[in-house]
């Protein structure tokens, strides 16, 4: 069982950045693909971001490539979303995620964590 514990999310004027992490509660998630969702008021949780189990490939929504980058650290354990330029429309609550295919870390992954509130004032 991977648990998965993101960051305090916050409150960020538009244009602004944000970085959000996500800590896995296992060394062995090193073999896991990761990756980050959102889900906006009145919206369906959509793919943002995902990363390999070794860092190697990243994939992004459209909506967040060159603004968002995900990165994990050496160890592999810990899972980042850089999030620059922020937009009020990238207001969400975050959610953590592992799998161990990468093709279903960006669709539908087997790990989720609690989620983590991001609000991008005007």
């Known amino acids: 069982q991977v648990q998965l514990v993101e960051s305090e999310g916050g409150l960020v004027q538009a244009g602004g950045s944000l970085r959000l992490s996500c800590a896995a509660s296992?060394?062995?998630?090193?073999?896991?693909?990761m990756g980050w969702f959102r889900q906006g008021p009145g919206k369906e949780r959509e793919f943002v971001a995902a990363i390999t189990w070794n860092g190697g490939s990243t994939y992004y929504a459209d909506f967040v490539k060159g603004r968002f980058t995900i990165s994990r650290e050496s160890n592999k354990n810990t899972v980042y979303l850089q999030m620059n330029t922020l937009k009020p429309e990238d207001t969400a609550v975050y959610y953590c995620?592992?799998?161990?295919?990468?093709?279903?870390?960006?669709?539908?992954?087997?790990?989720w964590g609690q989620g983590t509130q991001v609000t991008v004032s005007s």
């Open positions: 995620a592992a799998d161990r295919s990468i093709g279903d870390t960006r669709r539908n992954p087997d790990y």
């Open positions: 296992i060394r062995t998630v090193g073999t896991y693909a």
